[in-house]
C-alpha cells in the first residue's frame, strides 16, 4: 500500500501516454513524465542550468531537450549526454491501477557540474589608459567585392580623427565580416531565459557575437554607430545586432545588472531615401535604454531624398563633402568630451562645437 505521506497520485495513466512528454507537480516541485516505447520515466522537471522547465521540452531518443537552452538530461535516470556530468534527480514510480504514482522524495540528486565563467561575465572595471572609440559599420556588403559605403566613409573619418587628433584608441567593427546567429528569442520563452552573455554566445564558440559584446559592454567609452536608410529604417544588420544586444538590457530588468556606464553614442545615418529622424529615432531610444548617454547633437545625417534614385552622385556628392567630414570629426570630439565628463577625466565645458543636424551650412 502506497503511503499517501511519501507518495503523490498523478492521475490515470492514459492522460500520460497522449504525448511523449508531460510536465506535472509533485507537490511544488516540477516533474517531467515521459512516455516511450511502452515505458514511463519521470525526473526533475527544472534543468540545472538556468531552471528551464524540462516537461515543456521535446524528447531526443531517450533524452529529454529543455526548451530554453537545448540542455539534454536522459528521460529515466536524470543524467546528462554521455560526456557531460549535469543531471536532475530521478524519480521513483509505480503504476497502481490505472494511476500514476510519484515518490515525493527523489531517488537520486541533481549535479550541476563546475562550469568555467565566460570571460564577458568578469566584473566591469575600466583599465586606465586614453578614451577608447569603437567604431561599428552596419553596412551590409560583399566584402570581395566591395563598393562605396557612404556611412562607412565618415565613420572612418571620425575613427581617424579620434586617433590622429584626439589621441584615443580606436578599433573598428563590420558587421558584414562577423559571423553571427540571429537571436533565437530566448527571452520570448521566459523573461530568466535571457542570460548574459547571450545563450548563443555561451554555447557556440564560433558566434562571434562576442566580438560586439566585448567592446560595448567591457573595451569602450564611445561607440559611433554607422548605417544606411534602408527602406526608411536603418541596416538589417543593425537589427540583427539589436535583437542579439536584447540580453545587455535585459540584465536591468531581471539582476538590477546595469552593463554600461558612463559610455557615450553617437550615430552617423546616410541614405538615398528621407527618413532620417526615424532611424535616428529608433537609434537613440534603443541605445539609451542600453544605458548609453548622448552628446549635444548626437547624430550627424545625409540623405538624397525619396525621389532621388541617381545613386552615384549621391556617393561623390558624400566623398567630396568636407562639410560632411567635418561633421563626422566634430561629432566623434562632441562624444570624446562627454567621455571624459563622464569619466571625471575633464570639466563641463560651456562651449560646444557646432552640431548642425545634417553637418551642412545654410547658404
Not at 527523489?106 to 583599465?127: C, E, V
Not at 566584402?143 to 562605396?148: H, Q
Not at 535604454?289 to 525621389?307: C, D, K, M
Amino acid at each position: 500500500m502506497l503511503q499517501p505521506d511519501e507518495w503523490q497520485d498523478l492521475g490515470d495513466i492514459e492522460n500520460f501516454k497522449k504525448q511523449p512528454l508531460t510536465e506535472a507537480f509533485v507537490g511544488k516541485k516540477k516533474v517531467a513524465v515521459s512516455f516511450q516505447d511502452g515505458k514511463f520515466g519521470v525526473v526533475s522537471g527544472t534543468c540545472v542550468h538556468v531552471g528551464g522547465p524540462l516537461g515543456q521540452g521535446r524528447l531526443k531518443g531517450d533524452y529529454i531537450v529543455c526548451p530554453w537552452h537545448q540542455w539534454t538530461y536522459h528521460r529515466i535516470t536524470g543524467l546528462g549526454e554521455p560526456g557531460y556530468e549535469d543531471t536532475v534527480p530521478q524519480y521513483e514510480f509505480e503504476i497502481k491501477g490505472d494511476h500514476l504514482w510519484v515518490r515525493k522524495d527523489p531517488l537520486t540528486k541533481g549535479n550541476r557540474a563546475p562550469h568555467p565563467s565566460h570571460p564577458l561575465t568578469r566584473p566591469l572595471q575600466r583599465k586606465e589608459g586614453p578614451i577608447r572609440v569603437v567604431g561599428i559599420s552596419t553596412t551590409v556588403m560583399d566584402r570581395k567585392n566591395p563598393r562605396p559605403s557612404t556611412s562607412e566613409v565618415l565613420l572612418q573619418v571620425a575613427l581617424d580623427h579620434a586617433a590622429s587628433q584626439l589621441r584615443c584608441e580606436t578599433k573598428l567593427i563590420q558587421l558584414d565580416e562577423l559571423k553571427f546567429r540571429n537571436c533565437e528569442g530566448y527571452y520570448s520563452k521566459s523573461a530568466r531565459a535571457c542570460t548574459w552573455p547571450c545563450s548563443i554566445t555561451q554555447m557556440d564558440p564560433a558566434d562571434e557575437m562576442e566580438k560586439v559584446y566585448e567592446a560595448l559592454v567591457h573595451w569602450g567609452d564611445v561607440v559611433m554607430l554607422a548605417t544606411p536608410i534602408r527602406w526608411g529604417a536603418a541596416s538589417s544588420l543593425y537589427f540583427k545586432m539589436a535583437e542579439r544586444l536584447n540580453c545587455v538590457q535585459n540584465q536591468i530588468t531581471l539582476e538590477n545588472k546595469v552593463l554600461i556606464r558612463n559610455k557615450v553614442a553617437s550615430f552617423i545615418i546616410t541614405g538615398g531615401q528621407d527618413n532620417i529622424q526615424a532611424v535616428a529615432g529608433q537609434l537613440l531610444m534603443f541605445f539609451s535604454e542600453l544605458g548609453f548617454y548622448f552628446p549635444q547633437f548626437p547624430f550627424i545625417a545625409h540623405s538624397r531624398g525619396w525621389s532621388a534614385e541617381d545613386m552615384e552622385h549621391n556617393v561623390d556628392e558624400v566623398l567630396k563633402s568636407e562639410e560632411l567630414r567635418e561633421g563626422a570629426r566634430a561629432l566623434v570630439s562632441r562624444a570624446v568630451e562627454l567621455a571624459l565628463q563622464r569619466l571625471g577625466l575633464k570639466q563641463v565645458i560651456d562651449q560646444t562645437e557646432r552640431g548642425g543636424r545634417k553637418a551642412h551650412r545654410l547658404v
